[in-house]
T-cell receptor, first 109, second 112 residues
């Protein structure tokens, strides 16, 4: 079993749609959690950290459920510019960050 | 600020050749790591460092060496290139691992 598993995608949604990505992790000792965005042939960029209480940044909402070892990312009012691959990242200790394989999102006009 | 700088951006090697991928950061970050990214596999950790003079192995260290003589630089050496090392390599740094990483733009390596 992979340490971090994500919805395989791809997700193809129209502009304005709401889309949710899910991620599960296997190591209960994991301490910190992130969502990264990666555009085609580019480096990953930090989208947002994920906190136990849940957090929101504009149209993006991240949730963490430690009991179920589950992380989610919700994107509301999708824009064409949201098209990218979204990576779930789990940090077990200070330097052991494990990446999911990513979920590709395409937002269409 | 330049952030994390990787060189070269592209490289083609013959099987058995050696080379060094360069990584430098100007943010005074303690933590630096090397990842490789292959289709469908996500990013996998090769080696990491928590400070100058300290390095350790990640998930897939075989065939690679690293050193960290300064805070700024973290080169990755391929000892004897193999076709299985064809990949995109990313260097990343962080002030503390818990706060997420800043990535370099990557090196696309092909071994023939």
């Amino acid at each position: 079993r992979k340490e971090v598993e994500q919805d395989p995608g791809p997700f193809n949604v129209p502009e304005g749609a709401t889309v949710a990505f899910n991620c599960t992790y296997s190591n209960s000792a994991s301490q910190s959690f992130f969502w990264y965005r990666q555009d085609c042939r580019k480096e990953p960029k930090l989208l947002m950290s994920v906190y136990s209480s849940g957090n929101e940044d504009g149209r993006f909402t991240a949730q963490l459920n430690r009991a179920s070892q589950y992380i989610s990312l919700l994107i509301r009012d999708s824009k064409l510019s949201d098209s990218a691959t979204y990576l779930c990242v789990v940090n077990t200790n200070n330097n052991d960050m494990r990446f999911g394989a990513g979920t590709r999102l395409t937002v269409k006009p | 600020n330049a952030g994390v700088t990787q060189t070269p951006k592209f490289q083609v090697l013959k099987t058995g050749q050696s080379m060094t991928l360069q990584c430098a950061q100007d943010m005074n970050h303690e933590y630096m790591s090397w990842y490789r990214q292959d289709p469908g596999m996500g990013l996998r950790l090769i080696h990491y460092s928590v400070g100058a003079g300290i390095t350790d192995q990640g998930e897939v260290p075989n065939g690679y060496n690293v050193s960290r003589s300064t805070t700024e630089d973290f080169p990755l050496r391929l000892l004897s290139a193999a076709p299985s090392q064809t990949s995109v390599y990313f260097c990343a740094s962080s002030s503390r691992g818990l706060y997420g990483y800043t990535f370099g733009s990557g090196t696309r390596l092909t071994v023939v």
